[in-house]
């Protein structure tokens, strides 16, 4: 089974940028899609394996941005212009498929980080 780790999280003030990864316990992440979610698995956003697709949450378009390294096993997730609606554990997940918005189609997850936006 894919185990996920994200790392990066922390505390930002608003405004601020914060750069969230997420990596796999296995040098095979490049053959999955991930997303990140965040609250009770609100979507975020996903990436597909190639990274031929990016999709994002309402809520984050415009400030957030996806991108992964396959060479580096890695995920990552950029945050720009967070505010404090932003603060919440988040997750990222996988599934050998293609790109999801929803949580119940990824079978693997991470533990989570957190981040925290505030003054």
């Known amino acids: 089974q894919v185990h996920l780790i994200e790392s990066g999280g922390g505390l930002v003030q608003p405004g601020g940028s914060l750069r969230l990864s997420c990596t796999a316990s296995?040098?095979?992440?490049?053959?999955?899609?991930v997303g990140w979610f965040r609250h009770e698995r609100e979507f975020v956003a996903t990436i597909s394996t190639r990274?031929?697709?990016?999709v994002y949450g309402d809520s984050v378009r415009g400030r957030f941005t996806i991108s992964r390294d396959n060479a580096k096993n890695i995920v990552y997730l950029q945050m720009d212009s967070l505010a404090p609606d932003d603060t919440a554990v988040y997750y990222c997940?996988?599934?050998?498929?293609?790109?999801?918005?929803?949580?119940?189609?990824?079978?693997?997850w991470g533990q989570g980080t957190q981040v925290t936006v505030s003054s």
């Open positions: 997940a996988a599934r050998p498929a293609g790109t999801s918005a929803d949580p119940n189609d990824y079978p693997y």
């Open positions: 296995t040098p095979t992440l490049g053959d999955y899609a």
């Open positions: 990274a031929w697709s990016k």
